[in-house]
């Protein structure tokens, strides 16, 4: 009871060492922080959750409680200048949730200033242009648990901020992120890459740009040395050209499942200039050109997965001029392999992957001749069927390798799978030394 004599409705939630305390409690919005009121709740100590209502209000929804003492409020279907009471309080307020208030204002989220504590916050989508500021520290974020555009002025003072959770209209729970102490990961659909523009957090490491039918983000390989890494999964191939537009140096990028790209899609990668590592997977459809690949100057990596008919040439990867290592699987005929003839800086060649079966559709002529044409060709790892793993092994012991530029006998450092691992490794010799390939 109050001090006016007013008997609020007051529902416990909880029982603590055997004693009845009040744990949770649901206010109507008549009963909603007069002075009394919080002068009673300065000596609550017990109370973790707070639900103020509104009229129209039968249920309260009650707010996730914040485990690390403190209070947690949720405000549902009252006005928005209920907000401003929340500093009188006499609580740390840490968590605070907001549903149906109609009547927000540019001001209306203002008193949030002036709670210090607040660390997670969640709000219905319709609000979420009322927000301004920075409040990038939430982790491996969703499109429903990002801040999109431009974020509020009045959070900019919220320094204890780490949860920011807008909900839609259907959502009766918010899924809140996981702590974090910044934004390392982020993963957006591909209609809401544009947006993105000059908007990144800087300690934004792996992005994720999934297309309508991608139910689960597959992270890019985290770069080491700085710069983002980017996979775009079930997009449209015109989402390439959005990369350049980030305001972010793009130093890695993963394409998985890109049906339709043509002749000109892999043009925008030239507007990355410090494109390092490139994967292509999914197959590459013969009417591509890897032409543009050859001014990305800093292009070292290349991965083609998914299989390459022999429609497509790969003499373009003869001219770039950093390219030192190239992976192919998922089926490379001869005449793809012939195609890659000559390739100057070609250090290490992976013909095969691991987690697919054997390669079957080149021959160990075509792995031979490519071998001899690449003159710094030093590492090759080859997943093949064990009848070309020795064909190949023989080949190059009986073939003529010439000379590295040091003017020695060239090596060529030959690893295959365990299991024909110890089939070759007795038959190693002539410039030819057998590894095993770990994965």
């Not at 989220?109 to 920075?134: I, M, N």
């Not at 770039?320 to 100057?344: F, H, M």
Request: proline share 7%; net charge negative; charged share 25%.
């Amino acid at each position: 009871m109050t001090k006016d004599g007013h008997q609020p409705d007051v529902k416990s939630r909880g029982m603590v060492n055997g004693a009845e305390r009040l744990v949770a409690l649901d206010l109507e919005l008549g009963e909603w922080c007069s002075g009394e009121l919080a002068a009673a709740l300065s000596d609550c100590s017990q109370l973790t959750q707070l639900c103020p209502t509104g009229p129209e209000v039968t249920e309260p929804r009650w707010p996730k409680r914040y485990l690390r003492g403190g209070l947690s409020v949720s405000l549902q279907g009252v006005a928005a200048d209920t907000i401003s009471h929340l500093a009188d309080l006499g609580r740390r307020v840490n968590v605070l949730e907001i549903y149906d208030c109609t009547d927000h204002t540019a001001g209306s989220l203002e008193p949030l200033t002036r709670c210090p504590g607040l660390e997670g916050l969640s709000v219905t989508a319709a609000d979420l242009p009322l927000l301004k500021g920075s409040c990038w520290r939430a982790s491996d974020s969703s499109m429903s648990e990002w801040c999109s555009g431009e974020l509020a002025a009045a959070l900019s003072d919220c320094s204890q901020l780490t949860q920011l959770c807008p909900t839609g209209l259907e959502v009766t729970e918010p899924r809140w992120p996981e702590w974090c102490t910044g934004l390392e990961r982020l993963s957006v659909s591909a209609v809401d890459l544009p947006r993105l523009r000059g908007q990144l957090p800087e300690g934004l490491e792996r992005l994720n740009v999934r297309g309508p039918e991608v139910t689960e983000p597959r992270w890019p390989e985290r770069y080491p040395w700085g710069g983002l890494s980017v996979s775009l999964q079930g997009v449209t191939a015109d989402t390439i050209s959005h990369l350049a537009d980030l305001g972010r140096t793009v130093r890695l990028l993963e394409i998985y499942d890109c049906p339709d790209l043509t002749a000109g899609s892999l043009e925008p990668l030239t507007w990355c200039p410090e494109l390092y590592d490139l994967t292509l997977s999914g197959g590459v459809p013969d009417t591509v050109s890897l032409e543009p690949l050859t001014r990305c100057p800093e292009l070292v990596y290349l991965t083609l997965s998914g299989g390459v008919p022999d429609t497509v040439s790969l003499e373009p990867l003869t001219r770039c001029p950093g390219l030192w290592c190239i992976t192919l699987s998922g089926g490379v005929p001869d005449a793809v392999l012939d195609s890659l003839s000559g390739c100057p800086g070609l250090l290490r060649l992976t013909l095969g992957d691991l987690q697919r079966p054997a390669e079957t559709a080149f021959t160990a002529a075509a792995v031979t001749r490519l071998v001899k044409s690449c003159r710094k060709l030093c590492a090759l790892y080859l997943h093949c069927t064990a009848d070309t793993g020795r064909a190949v092994l023989t080949a190059l012991k009986e073939a003529d390798l010439g000379r590295d530029s040091d003017g020695e006998p060239r090596t060529i450092y030959l690893s295959v799978p365990e299991e024909l691992y110890r089939q070759l490794e007795s038959q190693e010799g002539d410039g030819v030394e057998v590894f095993e390939w770990e994965d």
